[in-house]
């Protein structure tokens, strides 16, 4: 419509029984724009849900290892790795090193290894491993099917 007095763009929207709405309120003079604000509004706020609906959440699945696991015990950890991927979430897996343990994190180097390798036929490394502080951590992924 061009520029147009803000009287004249009131009673224009009056007249076509919808309402006024300033687009862009800073700019000059004022972008403004005649609409059913409700029913806009409305298609909002469903597009939103609409988006809302195909996000998948990920949570972050924690496994705690030793540095000296025994066998029975790696092998149950790798069954909670497969079964956290399977249901599509990521997993942590970290050593927390205690005392003399923290002179050999080659030891824990390996654990980890071991692990990613005992998982990878259902997830795969998505952070290697690295050392921070007192814990070796690294992140899997479930596998693309």
Same mark, same amino acid.
């Given at each position: 419509?061009g520029?147009?007095?803000?009287?004249q763009a009131?009673?224009?929207?009056?007249?076509?029984?919808?309402?006024?709405v300033?687009?862009?309120?800073n @700019?000059?003079?004022p972008?403004?724009?005649i609409m059913?604000?409700?029913?806009?509004?409305?298609e909002?706020?469903?597009?939103e849900k609409?988006a809302?609906k195909s996000?998948?959440?990920?949570?972050?699945k924690e496994?705690k290892?030793g540095?000296?696991?025994?066998?029975?015990?790696f092998?149950?950890?790798?069954?909670h790795?497969?079964?956290?991927?399977?249901?599509?979430?990521?997993?942590k897996v970290?050593i927390r090193f205690?005392?003399r343990?923290?002179?050999?994190?080659e030891?824990g /180097?390996?654990?980890m290894n071991?692990?990613a390798? @005992?998982?990878s036929?259902f997830?795969?490394?998505?952070?290697p /491993?690295k050392m921070?502080?007192?814990?070796?951590?690294?992140?899997l992924?479930?596998?693309?099917?």
């Amino acid at each position: 419509m061009g520029v147009v007095s803000i009287d004249q763009a009131i009673s224009q929207a009056e007249a076509s029984n919808l309402d006024l709405v300033k687009i862009a309120p800073n @700019a000059v003079p004022p972008v403004c724009k005649i609409m059913d604000y409700g029913k806009f509004r409305f298609e909002q706020s469903k597009r939103e849900k609409e988006a809302k609906k195909s996000q998948k959440i990920i949570k972050i699945k924690e496994i705690k290892l030793g540095l000296n696991i025994d066998v029975h015990d790696f092998n149950t950890k790798v069954k909670h790795a497969e079964r956290f991927t399977s249901d599509g979430d990521r997993v942590k897996v970290f050593i927390r090193f205690r005392g003399r343990e923290l002179g050999h994190p080659e030891l824990g /180097t390996e654990t980890m290894n071991r692990f990613a390798e @005992a998982c990878s036929e259902f997830a795969s490394v998505d952070k290697p /491993t690295k050392m921070e502080g007192r814990t070796m951590q690294m992140f899997l992924v479930p596998k693309k099917n």
